[in-house]
């Protein structure tokens, strides 16, 4: 019986050998085309939050570069202010040193 047993063995051992061969390549080329779809859909999700990134960072900037704009505008008002105190100041320093009563400042202006 054993004798038997191997001989059909050995008969259908090329079969077998092909449909597992044809079976493990059949899977591989599945799982290799899954993995090449994941890695693309990886890859394009990647970059697009790469680009939405970027898009923010320069949005970031023009708003950063509109409000530096905007606080040196300001900055510079403030200094006009401050030397206009300064003069003002200046001249109500002349005007008491003078003796002159404070509505001479008045005209000063």
């Known amino acids: 019986?054993?004798?038997k047993v191997d001989k059909e063995?050995?008969?259908?051992?090329?079969?077998?050998?092909?449909d597992m061969t044809e079976r493990v390549i059949k899977s591989v080329r599945l799982f290799t085309?899954?993995?090449?779809?994941?890695f693309k859909a990886v890859v394009?999700?990647?970059?697009?939050?790469?680009?939405?990134a970027l898009a923010k960072k320069e949005?970031?900037?023009?708003f950063t570069?509109?409000?530096t704009a905007e606080?040196?505008?300001?900055?510079?008002?403030?200094?006009?202010?401050?030397?206009?105190?300064?003069?003002?100041q200046k001249s109500v320093k002349l005007?008491?040193?003078a003796g002159e009563p404070m509505a001479s400042v008045e005209r000063l202006r």
């Open 71 to 88: 606080i040196q505008k300001q900055l510079a008002q403030v200094e006009r202010v401050k030397q206009d105190l300064v003069q003002l």
């Open 9 to 18: 063995l050995d008969r259908n051992r090329g079969r077998v050998r092909y």
């Open 59 to 62: 949005a970031g900037e023009k």
């Open 1 to 3: 019986m054993t004798a």
């Open 95 to 97: 005007v008491k040193s």
């Open 65 to 67: 570069g509109a409000a």
């Open 44 to 52: 394009s999700q990647t970059r697009i939050v790469l680009e939405r």
């Open 33 to 38: 085309r899954a993995l090449d779809d994941k």
